[in-house]
């Protein structure tokens, strides 16, 4: 008589989605609205901002926040021209062109407190296509002393 042979029930498999393997930004992006100022002067009243924690290794706190940034209008019209110029240029002409930039005052209403400032230089888009509100920019952020 054979004895019955305990059928080995099917191993649970690991779901490794690729995406999430490669992307490194584990944590829900924020997303909130804002205004952008420029020497205390409004220059673009409706900004979307979103802001994200990268969560790679080695990198130091100041380097971990990721900002990213689509203007709206009202946007005023040397600020019109500059993220212009940012979405026609690649390479190193983009990014010269995003030095030349001054900087922006970004202010986050906050309905629970004192809105949230962040102050920092635009940086060239990776999706160049689009309409203005449609590209959306990052933010490198400016030390406080800077």
């Known amino acids: 008589m054979r004895s ?29 609205l804002g205004r952008a100022y ?3 002067r409004l220059v673009c009243g409706w900004v979307h901002v979103t802001i994200s924690v990268d969560e790679r290794l080695g990198l130091a706190p100041h ?9 709206h209008e009202p946007l005023d019209d040397a600020l019109r021209s500059e993220l212009a110029q940012l979405m026609r240029r ?11 930039i001054e900087p922006l005052e970004i202010v986050i209403g906050d309905a629970y407190g004192e809105p949230e400032r962040i102050r920092g230089i ?9 309409q203005l509100c449609d590209v959306e920019f990052a933010m490198r952020r400016l030390e406080p002393g800077l």
């Open 4 to 32: 019955p042979i305990a059928r080995s029930q099917p191993t649970p498999s690991v779901d490794r989605d690729p995406a999430s393997a490669t992307d490194t930004q584990r944590t829900k992006p924020c997303c909130r």
């Open 38 to 40: 420029r020497a205390e």
């Open 63 to 71: 380097e971990r926040r990721r900002v990213r940034l689509r203007f």
């Open 90 to 100: 690649r390479g190193t002409a983009a990014r010269r062109a995003a030095e030349r």
């Open 122 to 130: 635009v940086e060239p888009p990776l999706a160049r296509h689009g």
